[in-house]
């Protein structure tokens, strides 16, 4: 960092700053949740609700660091990164509290690996190699979930592990299974 007045003057103290910042933030290190949630819990340690049937020796482990249990299977179309889909989805705290919901009715659209605030990052990497009528449950840690920043009104807690039933509905539009 460059200093460009005598050190200890306020005015140098402000620009150094600054340069920290920009250098900081130019490096791509903007996220600060996620290493930190990353080790938030355990996912042994986290009350679920009976109602939500976790039974992590159920689970599988999926690289991104979530958890998903298949729980029908499919028959149509692969979900992959760009494609639109819909998903019938109903998302719970452990507590078994509902936070979020679309059915096969009124499903929710969106390009499957393109960020958006209601879709969380466990939801994206969960879905994606599904097929159309298949349904996976899905255990997100906060990470992978809203972190540090959950919707405001949302009832959801910062740090918070989530639980996602997700039904792939359809993919670029053509649903699958048998007619």
């Known amino acids: 960092?460059?200093?460009?007045?005598?050190?200890?003057?306020?005015?140098?103290?402000?620009?150094?700053?600054?340069?920290?910042?920009?250098?900081?933030?130019?490096?791509?290190?903007?996220?600060?949740?996620?290493?930190?949630?990353?080790?938030?819990?355990?996912?042994?340690?986290?009350?679920?609700a009976?109602?939500?049937?976790?039974?992590?020796?159920?689970?599988?482990?999926?690289?991104?660091?979530?958890l998903y249990r298949l729980d029908a299977f499919g028959e149509g179309p692969e979900a992959s990164p760009g494609a639109e889909i819909e998903v019938a989805m109903t998302g719970w705290l452990p507590s078994g509290e509902v936070f979020a919901e679309w059915?096969?009715?009124?499903p929710l659209s969106f390009v499957l690996g393109q960020p958006q605030f209601e879709v969380v990052a466990?939801?994206?990497?969960?879905?994606?190699?599904?097929?159309?009528?298949e349904i996976?449950?899905?255990?997100?840690?906060?990470?992978?979930?809203?972190?540090g920043a959950p919707p405001p009104d949302s009832g959801v807690p910062t740090h918070s592990w989530?639980?996602?039933?997700?039904?792939?509905?359809?993919?670029d539009g053509q649903g699958g299974g048998p007619d």
């Not at 600054?18 to 903007?30: D, H």
């Not at 059915?103 to 009124?106: A, F, L, P």
């Not at 996602?164 to 359809?170: K, M």
Request: aromatic share 8%.
């Open 1 to 48: 960092m460059m200093i460009l007045e005598e050190k200890g003057s306020g005015w140098s103290r402000r620009v150094g700053g600054l340069l920290l910042v920009v250098a900081f933030v130019g490096s791509g290190c903007t996220d600060l949740t996620s290493q930190d949630d990353r080790f938030t819990e355990d996912p042994d340690d986290v009350q679920f």
């Open 122 to 133: 466990g939801v994206h990497e969960g879905v994606n190699g599904m097929v159309t009528g």
């Open 103 to 106: 059915d096969s009715v009124d």
């Open 50 to 66: 009976p109602s939500l049937g976790i039974d992590l020796d159920d689970f599988e482990d999926h690289p991104a660091g979530l």
């Open 162 to 171: 989530l639980v996602y039933r997700v039904e792939l509905v359809t993919v």
């Open 136 to 147: 996976r449950t899905l255990v997100v840690p906060p990470y992978l979930g809203y972190g």
